[in-house]
């Protein structure tokens, strides 16, 4: 009989799930048994170990990433009608959490290297502008690589923006040895399950070291209830719930060895695929990536994709289409300066299989799979 060839998924939420069942099935049951399931003794926890493991003041469970970012826009003041600048190569969450917050994202084009925020870009849009200067900023770290946050930071001290770091990919990932999420006025993750440090189901958090803004995000996360439930400023809804904070809990007691299995089979795609005559990720020696995303880049993407295909190895495309040309946005949305290497970049992405559970075997049959690819197009 022969063996049914396995397909190599591009994530798994499942296998991260499996990893650890035993501690996730006993959270689940101690909040079944506890009989408080809405901002009760979970959420506060994970909010003081997730806010411990980064090394920051103030974190605040919030229903998702996207709802983090809103919480993290209302809390610096952010009001209909200011400008918040993003990128438009990004989860559109970012884009379509400016709107919700009743700003305009005004999105800008990405350091051709990095896929992040390009801060020489930043710095002529700031220096050229004619329209009423912008509220904020939101770098994402796309892919767990981070923005330049040095060069950002500083743009926005000598323009008066506060700046909202998008975490959502990059859980535990560091710059200079300082965690991202860290660097700005407030930061946003997303407990997504596909993510690095993933829940199984929706879930978010903003964190922060300015108590003032803590307090805000506190406050609009439930209606603006104060101690009372006396509605002192308008909020949303927005928790965590119980069962997601005791989930996450024991997942973060994993983050570290999880992002190192990642490195791993990053390297291990590093090395092999040196002569493959594709465009790997950055590397340098002060970021310490934790690739949310393996993304390698190739004119012949959508080739190289449809030969994986045909070995049972998946990949995917994050994301094929910049948010400025979606139906939603093109023709509306504000955009600075060219989005030229946005709009290049789209269409040579591609994401290998990436996730801490990937063996690597299966790594090791990736490598060799797109090496093939490239000897036949020789
Ligand atoms: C960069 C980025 N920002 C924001 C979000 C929004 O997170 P959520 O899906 O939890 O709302 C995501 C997740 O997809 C993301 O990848």
């Given at each position: 009989m022969s063996a049914i060839p396995s397909v190599i998924a591009q994530c798994d939420p499942k296998a991260g799930y499996l990893a650890c069942k035993d501690r996730i099935d006993a959270a689940i049951a101690r909040v079944l048994e506890s009989?408080?399931?809405?901002?009760g003794r979970e959420v506060s926890s994970f909010e003081q170990e997730f806010r411990d493991y980064l090394g920051i003041g103030h974190a605040i469970g919030a229903a998702n990433g996207t709802d983090a970012l809103e919480l993290a826009l209302r809390a610096c003041g952010?009001?209909?009608?200011d400008r918040v600048i993003t990128v438009?190569?990004?989860?559109?969450a970012t884009v379509a959490a400016i709107e919700r917050a009743g700003a305009v994202p005004v999105l800008i084009d990405i350091d051709w290297q990095t896929f992040c925020l390009c801060p020489d870009v930043l710095q002529n849009i700031l220096e050229r502008s004619d329209r009423p200067s912008p509220k904020a900023i939101i770098p994402v770290h796309l892919y767990g690589y981070p923005a330049d946050m040095p060069d950002i930071l500083d743009l926005a001290v000598r323009y008066g923006l506060y700046v909202i770091e998008d975490c959502a990919q990059a859980h535990g990932a560091g710059l200079q040895g300082r965690k991202l999420g860290?660097?700005?006025?407030l930061a946003t993750f997303s407990f997504y399950?596909?993510?690095?440090?993933?829940?199984i189901g929706d879930g978010g958090a903003v964190v922060t070291n300015k108590p003032e803004l803590a307090e805000k995000v506190h406050l609009l996360r439930e209606y603006g209830w104060d101690q009372q439930r006396i509605s002192r400023i308008p909020g949303i809804n927005s928790r965590l719930d119980e069962m997601q904070a005791a989930i996450l809990r024991e997942k973060l007691k994993g983050l570290d060895e999880d992002n190192e299995k990642r490195r791993q089979i990053a390297r291990l795609y590093d090395e092999g695929l040196q002569e493959s005559g594709l465009m790997l990720p950055p590397q340098a020696n002060d970021v310490d990536a934790v690739y949310h995303q393996y993304v390698i880049r190739t004119k012949n993407r959508d080739d190289l994709k449809s030969w994986l295909r045909d070995r049972d190895i998946l990949t995917a495309i994050?994301?094929?289409?910049p948010v400025h040309l979606y139906p939603a946005y093109q023709g509306r949305i504000e955009i600075a300066g060219s989005l030229r290497h946005t709009e290049t970049v789209v269409n040579e992405i591609l994401s290998l299989p990436m996730y801490a559970q990937l063996s690597l075997t299966e790594a090791e049959q990736v490598v060799e799979a797109i090496n093939q690819w490239r000897k036949q197009k020789d």
């Open positions: 009989g408080w399931y809405i901002l952010v009001e209909p009608g438009s190569h990004t989860a559109v860290t660097w700005g006025d399950p596909t993510k690095n440090l993933g829940a994050h994301y094929p289409v």
